[in-house]
């Protein structure tokens, strides 16, 4: 079964962590969200989650994904926390998927492993990399990095992810039971 860590610190988008969670799961993918220094992790809005699993304690090697939901502030805590950055790193080393969305892609910006290609929240390319950031597709696939531009592109970032880890047919059968065709 694939399997998805999905790295939540305070000050998450709640509707892009929920969602890729909740698409993930519903395609088949064992997922797990690791919280940095408490379980209950508040988000961009105020909505408190409680995390399943210490990212201390999380062996990238139990996984095939490191999924990284926006939100500035959540986005800042995975940039600055060493622990988060050499996960990150790991999941590159190991050639294993890495996917970020919103302001996520910073993260990965720091952490030296963004694709030459990706997109982003708009104006969150500017702490990036301005030229490279692709403006017209809500998910951008660039060797093994996936990344989308924000809350309202949640789902589909999820699907796309569904569909690399498990297949077309998982990723038809949930964008069909969601609704999802805009993806």
């Not at 962590?17 to 519903?26: G, K």
């Not at 919280?35 to 961009?44: F, K, P, R």
């Not at 301005?130 to 531009?149: C, F, L, M, N, Y």
């Not at 789902?155 to 796309?160: A, D, V, Y």
Request: aromatic share 8%; net charge negative.
């Amino acid at each position: 079964m694939a399997s998805a860590l999905v790295l939540l610190a305070d000050g998450f988008e709640e509707i892009e962590a929920v969602s890729i969670i909740d698409i993930l799961r519903r395609g088949g993918v064992e997922t797990h969200s690791a919280y940095l220094d408490n379980e209950m992790v508040t988000g961009a809005n105020g909505i408190t989650i409680q995390a399943n699993i210490s990212l201390k304690v999380a062996f990238p090697d139990d996984y095939d994904i490191v999924v990284l939901p926006g939100g500035w502030d959540g986005t800042d805590r995975l940039a600055e926390n060493p622990l988060a950055q050499s996960v990150i790193k790991r999941f590159e080393r190991d050639g294993k998927w890495i996917a970020a969305m919103c302001a996520a892609p910073y993260a990965l910006h720091v952490a030296g492993v963004l694709s030459k290609r990706y997109t982003c929240y708009p104006g969150a390319e500017e702490k990036i990399r301005p030229a490279d950031r692709v403006a017209d597709e809500k998910v951008v696939i660039d060797g093994k990095v996936i990344t989308s531009q924000g809350p309202g592109t949640a789902i589909c970032f999820g699907l796309e992810i569904v569909r690399q880890l498990v297949g077309e047919e998982s990723y038809k059968a949930v964008r069909e039971g969601t609704l999802s065709t805009f993806c």
